[in-house]
């Protein structure tokens, strides 16, 4: 019998390096992508596999249960792979409701469609194990003080942002139809992502695309900030082997042992984006401006993925200066790429956003 996995969110920045390592990987298994197709969606992520026999893209919300119960009872769906969220903490700062809908209540649709489904039909006993895998954050974890040990999978929950607020929610409620109705569940939070594919509204893209078209850098606060890089098709090694090998009812920090405080990462970027333009190296370094703070800014994150390494032998791949040197190069290659995600209601949307900032 062939594997059915939905992966949620597919169409999104790291849900389609996972569909692609998926699809690519295992021909043996039928892979469903469903995406409400965001701002953040975008099929352009997945041309190179979208005529795949073993791909299959639904166009649906899931915060519509109707929708994703039916969808996972015809296809027989049996893991489940969860990564459609709302994503961006600036905009959770500027609508909070749309981020508890789409990651509270559309992860809860998602869990109840699955336990009953999984509930309806037992499965058989020589079957693969079902597996519901959601895909958290480290932000859930709150903000470290410089000198403050890495998270830990212990460490208590302490959101600040209302989208690290919404995704903690979601978790509870992943861990609680394990503990309630022994749902086979596994969580993973990771620290911040970068590499091809990503919204320019997130830090890495947005700066490349300004530096390239010469436009101001909002760096927020003081640029003190320090963040845990991890390149994403590291990630999605990552959920290759948790999806497979991680144990039941766990958490698994995922995590690049990679700080950066935000102005040192920024300086990099706009000498590797010169030099690649082939401009006087740290040419633009006068884009930098130093803008408002964000609302709640947390200080730092950084992520202890001890545990991942020593039961699944997992570990970053790639060195930051080699990803940094791929993604920037990727961005400028893929100039249509951005133009096309970032015209219309997004720079609209942006240009609200820094207005007066
Ligand atoms: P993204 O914003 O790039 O993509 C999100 C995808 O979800 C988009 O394709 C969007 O269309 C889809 N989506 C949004 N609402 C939906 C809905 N209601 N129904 C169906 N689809 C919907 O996000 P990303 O950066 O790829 O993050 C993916 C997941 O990984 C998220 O759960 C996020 O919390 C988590 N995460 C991200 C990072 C990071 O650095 N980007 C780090 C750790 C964890
Ligand atoms: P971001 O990519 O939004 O990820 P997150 O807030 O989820 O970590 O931001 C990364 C860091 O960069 C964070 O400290 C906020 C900062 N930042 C800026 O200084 N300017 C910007 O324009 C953006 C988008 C982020």
Redesign the pocket.
Known sequence: MRRCILI?????????HVVRLFVNKYPEYDIIN?????????LANLKDIEDRPNYTFVK????DFDTVYALMKERKVDGVI???????VDRSIKDPFTFA???VI?TLSLLQAARLCWEEEPAAADAPRRLFYH?????VYGSLQMDSPLFKESNKYEPHSP?SAS?ASSDHFVRSFHDTYGLPTVVT??????GPY??PE?LIPLFINNIRNRKPLPVYGKGQNVRDWLYVED?ARAIDVIFHKGRIGETYNIGGFNEWKNIDLIKVLIDTVDRQLGRPEGADRDLITFVTDRAGHDLRYAIDSTKLKEELGWEPSLQFEEGIEKTVKWYLDNQAWLDNVTSGDYQAYYDSMYKGR
């Not at 969860?82 to 961006?88: K, P």
């Not at 895909?135 to 932000?139: A, G, L, Y």
């Not at 939070?189 to 970068?194: I, K, L």
């Open positions: 949620t969110g597919g169409a999104g920045f790291i849900g389609s469903l995406d409400k197709l965001t701002y953040a969606g975008n649906a919300d899931i915060a969860h990564l459609a969220a709302e994503s961006h809908r789409t990651n559309g895909i958290s954050t480290d932000e989208y995704k939070n990771c620290s911040n992502n970068y990503q919204f997130k990630h």
